[in-house]
């Protein structure tokens, strides 16, 4: 079955660039939206952005100033960056397939275990 | 952006009694072309992702027990689950999914009494 898996530093400096990648198995990128979702702690879920395998995107616009989100069909693997972050960046990120094809539209069906990104000096 | 707003914040209920939670929008996630509500339910447990639990407003995800059912229309939802178990202790939230950016529910702690 398909499965999501995020990685990436675990740590960043303020004012840095967050990077992290979200690896799709057991099933092809294509066709489907792929998101990222982040979760401070102790806190509720914050969408960050979508994108589709042909590469277009559609971001939360309380973040479109610092996001990007990339896909590697080659890899099968879509990628964040947070550029400028703070300590509110600290979160719990997610990566989520969107469950209706080819939609943004949509509920999330599969969830990576997550990562947790603390932003400190 | 849509606003989801969740009541109540927590929630204790006996085991085998029945514990509902509501989801407010401040405006309509209903498609008049498809008649569709654009709200999911998602159950959170501690270290773990999100799980779907309810779609479509109503209409449970493969796997997910029939205790759990979802209801209503517009701007105001519900999930209910009929019997309280245990494993159901966890954190609950619903998301609109009507238009971007996409927003969610602060969420509700279910706790057994």
């Known amino acids: 079955q398909v499965q999501l898996q995020e990685s990436g530093p675990g740590l960043v400096k303020p004012s840095e660039t967050l990077s992290l990648t979200c690896t799709v198995s057991?099933?092809?990128?294509?066709?489907?939206?792929w998101s990222w979702i982040r979760q401070p702690p102790g806190k509720g879920l914050e969408w960050i952005g979508y994108i589709y395998y042909s590469g277009s995107t559609n971001y939360n616009p309380s973040l479109k100033r610092r996001v990007t989100i990339s896909v590697d069909t080659s890899k099968n693997q879509f990628s964040l960056k947070l550029s400028s972050v703070t300590a509110a960046d600290t979160a719990v990120y997610y990566c989520a397939r969107v469950g209706v094809m080819a939609t943004i539209l949509s509920y999330f069906d599969l969830w990576g275990r997550g990562t947790l990104v603390t932003v400190s000096s | 952006d849509i606003v989801m707003t969740q009541s109540p914040d927590s929630l204790a209920v006996s085991l085998g009694e029945r514990a509902t939670i509501n989801c407010k929008s401040s405006q309509s996630v209903l498609y008049s072309s498809n008649n569709k509500n654009y709200l999911a339910w998602y159950q959170q447990k501690p270290g773990q992702p999100p799980k779907l639990l309810i779609y479509?407003?109503?209409t449970r995800e493969s796997g997910v027990p029939d205790r759990f059912s979802g209801s209503g229309a517009g701007t105001d939802f519900t999930l209910t689950i009929s019997s309280l178990q245990t494993e159901d202790v966890a954190l609950y939230y619903c998301?609109?999914?009507?238009?971007?950016?996409?927003?969610f529910g602060q969420g509700t702690r279910l706790e057994i009494k």
């Open positions: 998301q609109q999914y009507y238009s971007t950016p996409i927003t």
């Open positions: 479509w407003a109503s």
């Open positions: 057991g099933g092809s990128i294509s066709t489907y939206y």
